[in-house]
Every structure is written in structure tokens, then in C-alpha cells.
């Protein structure tokens, strides 16, 4: 009896620390679905390929797509981004429209 109750709050503090992180992952996701759909709507994109775009921006940028989708997020609600996120995030976005269709245009600036 006494292992179990010595035991308690080392499984009470790893249950803690699971709920959190599974509590930022599911932001991150929800963040990243976010910009998915904001990419979708001005880049007239499918779904599909605005993740796409995400992805390749963060694996460009050596950053988590997290974090590009809250640049995205800040980006259409006239929040300033850093000059490396619109720039590569312009390219890519110019990539995935090779019928000449400049979606890229469409950002805010």
C-alpha cells in the first residue's frame, strides 16, 4: 500500500502535464484549420492544397506550421507579419496556381 500511495502525485503531475499537452496540441491543430480555411477562401484553393501551402511555408521558413498559421490568421485581420512569412508565403502560394492565377495578390498586406 504504501508503493500506491507514494506513487500518487508522481501519476497526478504526469497526468497534468499530459493534459496540457494535449491541450496545446489540439489549439495548435484548431489554429492550423483556422488558417487553413482563410488560405482556402483568398487563395481560392482547395482545402486540401491551403494545408499544403502551410506546410511548405513552415519547411521553407524552419519553423512549425503552427506558427504559420497564426502569422496567416494575423495576416487577413490586417495584423503586421514578419517580412520572411509574406515573402515565402507570396512564393509558395504563387506555386500552387500554375495557370497564372496570382492568389498571392489577394493577401492584405
Known amino acids: 500500500m504504501k508503493l500506491s500511495s507514494a506513487t500518487g502525485p508522481v501519476t497526478d503531475e504526469l497526468e497534468r502535464s ?17 488558417a487553413e480555411g482563410a488560405l482556402a477562401v483568398l487563395g481560392r484553393l482547395p482545402i486540401g492544397e491551403a494545408g499544403l501551402v502551410l506546410t511548405d511555408v513552415a519547411r521553407r521558413l524552419h519553423v512549425d506550421a503552427h506558427l504559420v498559421a ?5 495576416l ?3 495584423i503586421a507579419v514578419p ?10 502560394l504563387k506555386e500552387y496556381r500554375p495557370d497564372g492565377r496570382d492568389v498571392a495578390d489577394r493577401l492584405p498586406e
Open 76 to 78: 487577413v485581420q490586417g
Open 18 to 34: 499530459e493534459h496540457a499537452r494535449l491541450r496545446r496540441a489540439l489549439a495548435a491543430r484548431g489554429t492550423i484549420n483556422m
Open 70 to 74: 497564426e502569422h496567416v490568421l494575423n
Open 83 to 92: 517580412d520572411a512569412v509574406y515573402g515565402e508565403l507570396h512564393r509558395v
